[in-house]
């Protein structure tokens, strides 16, 4: 079974990183400091990790150094709150693979891990295609019987978590946590809302109400 390390000192974070890797089948083990971070990628089979930078024994980009300079070879991920253009290339330059800012998408950590445990020898694919609909990953729109519509930030999302699980049912919970992360309040309809926002773009009879459980989209 692969093996991911989570290096990541805020509890609710690491559960919600730990929670969708173990629901796409991957093994994954939690480190809350540097050191322990350090004794677990060295001393245990490591396939993958995710790396917080603001760990409180020490910072992640050090602990990257220091990892790779013991021969340490898995690719690496870093997950942070530093996301300016000149954060993510020093921790790409200190030997990072990829660098994901916070807030995520569960959904887009765990496309960019399946690409870098393939040794980034496959691209993910750049569209996700439902029916009359096609979703741009790169341009972030969508395009509806060949109409283009522009999405916000979190209407974009909430369509790329659709278009990834077609025909699949999604309750309220799961889309809250796919697409608003660890931060979600249990109690907000932001779903009912952006799913409205949604349906205005891409078509009311495209994401289906299942009473009492959550919504389709019609593939």
């Not at 660890?182 to 994401?207: C, H, M, Q, W």
Request: hydrophobic letters at 40%; proline letters at 3%.
């Amino acid at each position: 079974m692969t093996n991911i390390l989570i290096i990541e000192d805020e509890d609710r974070i690491a559960s919600f990183v730990e929670k969708g890797l173990r629901s796409a089948g991957y093994a994954a083990v939690r480190a809350a400091t540097a050191g322990e971070g350090f004794e677990f990628a060295l001393n245990t089979s490591v396939d993958l990790a995710v790396l917080d930078l603001g760990l409180p024994d020490e910072d992640g980009l050090r602990l990257l150094s220091r990892l790779r300079a013991k021969g340490f070879s898995a690719p690496v991920i870093i997950l942070t709150a530093r996301d300016t253009p000149a954060d993510t290339v020093k921790g790409l330059e200190s030997g990072a693979d990829d660098y994901m800012a916070k807030p995520f998408s569960i959904d887009e950590l765990l496309a960019r891990s399946r690409l870098r445990l393939r040794g980034g020898s496959a691209e993910e694919p750049t569209t996700l295609n439902a029916g009359r609909i096609t979703l741009d990953l790169h341009s972030r729109k969508v395009k509806v019987d060949g109409a283009e519509h522009e999405l916000s930030s979190r209407e974009f999302t909430l369509a790329e978590t659709f278009l990834r699980h077609p025909g699949q049912v999604l309750s309220r919970e799961q889309l809250l946590e796919m697409v608003w992360g660890y931060s979600f309040d249990p109690g907000s309809n932001l779903v009912d809302v952006y799913v409205r926002y949604l349906r205005a773009k891409i078509g009311a009879e495209t994401i289906k109400t299942v009473r009492g459980v959550g919504y389709r989209l019609e593939a």
